[in-house]
């Protein structure tokens, strides 16, 4: 059984940072790992995916220049290190991962992952 546990996640003012955090136990090979995001009332977006040996990276346009994604495969771990926060990048942050993929890409598409984790919510105040 594959589980994904978060942390990481607060209150942080308009223009901080804070470092959500993500670790899988059960199967953790070949795998690639994405954030996605929910605001309240809106569907759940994708914000970030990072491939299997963390080689390729991707990001929501929104995101872009100032989130990074990351990986650490020894400790199984997945980062989403996010700067310059903004009052829309509010939400509460799942972290989620596609088992048995062996290919080296990302995945975009929260229908493209098969576990996910139970979220960590990020406010960010203006």
């Known amino acids: 059984q594959v589980q994904l546990v978060e942390s990481g996640g607060g209150l942080v003012q308009a223009g901080g940072s804070l470092r959500v955090s993500c670790v899988v136990s059960g199967r953790t090979d070949d795998n690639v790992m994405g954030w996605f995001r929910q605001a309240p009332g809106k569907e759940r977006d994708f914000v970030a995916s990072?491939?299997?040996?963390?080689?390729?990276?991707a990001y929501a346009d929104s995101v872009k220049g100032r989130f990074t994604i990351s990986r650490d495969n020894v400790k199984n771990t997945v980062h989403l290190q996010m700067n310059s926060l903004k009052p829309e990048d509010t939400a509460v942050y799942y972290c989620?991962?596609?088992?048995?993929?062996?290919?080296?890409?990302?995945?975009?598409?929260?229908?493209?992952?098969?576990?996910w984790g139970q979220g960590t919510q990020v406010t960010v105040s203006s």
């Open positions: 989620a991962t596609l088992q048995g993929y062996i290919g080296d890409r990302v995945k975009t598409g929260a229908k493209d992952y098969d576990y």
């Open positions: 990072i491939s299997r040996s963390g080689g390729n990276t």
